[in-house]
């Protein structure tokens, strides 16, 4: 019997393999002959992690949250954020709680700035699909593995950095990240930057399309004083 895990294919797994039959992703099972799931795949899955209670200051009121949908940071295998402990009972229904959930300014953070290896970096865009499993986990801070969705994106920390400064030079000049993503600016706003986002839309340009400059947007920011 194998001890590696059927989804993401590391050893020491010890769950049984239970997948709902509505589990479309088994071709990209890095373990196809295996019957078991480790406990971190398992977790969001069938266990501890697969609903949690969040407390949503905003609204003053407890929310319940897929486990599948959350962004992630982990130090080897040590989940540091979110953060997941505790327990809450709200409507009959006791789950773990998840806080300080991630923003994407902290998103940013990482991906400029990156832990010290071992980590593993999981975005999520739509929290609709488990992603976990899939993600790869980085052993350099200038040349890393990033989950974004269902995409693996290897990223180099300097072309990264350099990308997302056009890329916010251009929202601070007043575009959106649609018409950044795509390239159709309105012509307003082109008329009254016309030509000095030019150097920025240069670097930005031979990224559009692809899922790097999605993971920029993604956690693009404008400075503060724009965001008022």
Known sequence: MSDFCYLCGNSGATRPLKLAASF?????????????LCNRCDAPINGSEKLLWYWHGAKSKWSRLWGRSLTRLYLADRLVCPVIEGSHTERGKAFP???DLPTRAQMRGWLLEPPE????IVIAESGQKHIL?????ARDRDYFPVQLELDVIWVR?????????CFESLMTMGFSKTEILSGEYH?????????????????VAPYRGSRLLALVSHVAQRPEADND
């Open 24 to 36: 479309t992703a088994h071709s990209a099972a890095r373990a196809p002959h295996s019957d078991r």
């Open 187 to 203: 012509s307003d706003r082109l008329t009254r930057v016309y030509p000095h986002h030019e150097a920025h839309e240069d670097v």
């Open 117 to 120: 290896p071992p980590f593993t």
């Open 133 to 137: 499993p899939w993600a790869i986990e």
């Open 97 to 99: 709680i998840v806080r």
């Open 157 to 165: 920390r300097a072309e990264f950095a350099a990308i997302a400064a």
